[in-house]
């Protein structure tokens, strides 16, 4: 079985220090998460597993976001996720590498608006490593997805983040039906 280590949007808007909707920042630096994640894809790399980056992003003028979605309109209101500004560069401090691939999606999941899922299916990636911000959003949205589609999911817990250490908790505790719910050390480890 194939595997591929996804993060998912680790990105300057939603995590970083001046981030116009960082909620989950200070889980984040509390949690060491950036430290954490280059240990990961530098394991992912030796052991030539893939190492994809997604992230949300939009067109200035915002015309490919949700069109009824409550959270990406409030995120347009105070000018999020625009490509064009600095809010989407991954964050300071994350070892990426050339060789590692980038896909921008248009949602909530890591699949929305992008060619990711048929790149996994291609490459027969069949079981996925999730990790990123928030839990309660990108990483509920992407396992339910993937579980859907047929994936082997496993959730790194502690490379996640929420608002709150609580929001954190209960997602994994809804996660653990559909997939595993693991500490990176644990995959680490194999």
């Not at 280590?5 to 680790?10: A, K, M, Q, R």
């Not at 909620?23 to 984040?28: K, L």
């Not at 560069?89 to 949602?107: I, N, S």
Request: with cysteine; hydrophobic share 40%; net charge neutral.
């Amino acid at each position: 079985m194939t595997a591929a280590l996804i993060l998912i949007d680790l990105i300057e808007d939603l995590a970083g220090p001046k981030g116009r909707a960082n909620y989950c920042r200070e889980q984040i630096v509390k949690r060491g998460v950036v430290a954490r994640i280059n240990t990961a894809t530098a394991y992912a790399r030796v052991r030539k597993i893939p190492v994809i980056w997604v992230r949300t992003g939009f067109a200035d003028d915002y015309h490919d976001i949700p069109a009824h979605s409550p959270l990406f309109t409030h995120l347009k209101q105070i000018g999020a996720l625009r490509l064009s500004n600095g809010g989407c560069r991954w964050l300071e401090g994350l070892e990426m590498k050339t060789e590692d691939l980038q896909f921008e999606k248009k949602a909530v999941c890591a699949f929305a608006g992008n060619n990711l899922l048929v790149w996994l299916q291609q490459n027969r990636c069949h079981h996925l490593l999730l990790c990123g911000v928030s839990t309660s959003f990108a990483i509920e949205g992407t396992v339910r997805q993937a579980h859907d589609v047929g994936f082997k999911v496993t959730v790194l817990q502690d490379l996640c983040a929420a608002q709150t250490e609580e929001i954190h908790q209960q997602s994994l505790d809804t996660l653990q039906n559909l997939g595993e719910i693991i500490h990176s050390r644990s995959w680490m480890k194999d």
